[in-house]
């Protein structure tokens, strides 16, 4: 993880300056206690299975990936500089923790994992996100998710 005070300049000054969105709306923590919950994995690490279309420069688009991905059958095209790819590359599980998610539904701490995920380039304005997060809210709340795990990266 780069750290902003360690960045060189004037990159330092450039993501010190980005603007912060503020959204109309905000998401409630009111209903049932986890193990009564589905859960999915949402990721802005720029990760999608092997076959499917590689994140392209600081897309705003989604990839959906299937509940019952192994990890070998993913990979990662987030790119920059400034990005660590390691910690990826050694334990899916950084970026992705689908292991620790089937863990915990199988421990009865969750009630099941989704059978979807999704991933965004983290790189990306939020803004410009907004879409593709309302469109991945709608898909997870159609398979009865009733929560996310937020894994930014």
Not at 86 to 112: M, T
Request: hydrophobic share 45%.
């Amino acid at each position: 993880m780069a750290i902003l005070e360690t960045l060189p300049e004037p990159l330092r000054s450039l993501l010190a300056g980005l603007p912060c969105p503020a959204f109309e709306t905000t998401t409630g923590l009111d209903g049932p206690p986890l193990n009564q919950r589905r859960i999915a994995i949402v990721s802005t690490a720029g990760i999608h299975p092997r076959h499917d279309r590689p994140f392209v420069g600081v897309s705003t688009e989604y990839r959906m990936i299937p509940g019952d991905v192994k990890s070998d059958q993913i990979v990662m095209s987030h790119m920059s500089v400034n990005f660590d790819r390691s910690g990826f590359q050694i334990d899916w599980n950084v970026a992705f923790p689908l292991d620790r998610l089937r863990e915990l539904a199988a421990e009865g701490v969750i009630a099941s994992v989704a059978t979807s995920h999704y991933s965004f380039m983290g790189a990306a304005d939020p803004a410009g996100m907004e879409a593709g997060a309302r469109e991945v809210a709608a898909r997870m709340k159609a398979e009865g998710v009733g929560g996310a795990l937020l894994v930014p990266v």
